[in-house]
């Protein structure tokens, strides 16, 4: 019985071992950053980025201008041209807020644009890692709370394999 136990005992620590789970983690912000597509995406929306800020600028300024005229020439005025200049000026004010937020979309949309690709080449690159290095999970470094001795961290063997890829 005593023999039969440890028999028992044995095949089980073995199978346990056989299909033990191996974890991996990955910096994938590091990686982003070393690639040189991210570099030149993020050129590419910087001055995007710009170019957006020149034109909000330009209507800014066109707004202080035209509120320093009126406030200048508000005395003179009728009361039915002080209420149109109002108009006039809440409408330029209006029209910046819409500028505004049609720029933080289209730049969000380029941003998905330029670095969706990008990403999907960082993910693929971690799937053929994880599937050659036969990981059960393969993380992103930072999210967990606790990471044994035995986690390895696979981001220069992702890196490697986007450079094998190009």
């Known amino acids: 019985m005593k023999k039969t136990i440890i028999a028992a005992i044995a095949a089980l620590t073995m199978t346990i071992g056989a299909n033990a ?9 590091a ?10 995406a ?39 041209q002080q ?5 006039d000026l809440q409408a330029l004010y209006q029209k910046l807020q819409e500028a505004y937020q049609q720029n933080q979309q289209e730049m969000q949309k380029k941003q998905q644009e330029l670095l969706e690709p990008i990403q999907k080449r960082v993910v693929a ?24 001795a035995d986690v390895k961290d696979v981001t220069a ?3 490697a394999e986007l450079n094998k890829a190009k």
Not at 21 to 29: L, N, T
Not at 83 to 87: A, I, L, P
């Open 21 to 29: 789970q191996k974890f991996g983690q990955v910096d994938v912000q």
């Open 31 to 40: 990686i982003m950053q070393s690639l040189p597509e991210v570099t030149k």
């Open 42 to 80: 993020n050129g590419e929306l910087q001055a995007q980025a710009q170019q957006y800020d020149n034109e909000l600028k330009q209507m800014q300024e066109e707004i202080q201008k035209k509120s320093e005229e009126y406030e200048k020439t508000k005395a003179t005025m009728s009361a039915t």
């Open 83 to 87: 209420q149109q200049t109002e108009s």
């Open 125 to 148: 690159a971690i799937e053929a890692v994880g599937k050659a290095g036969q990981y059960t999970y393969i993380a992103q470094a930072g999210s967990f709370l606790y990471v044994g």
């Open 157 to 159: 063997d992702v890196k």
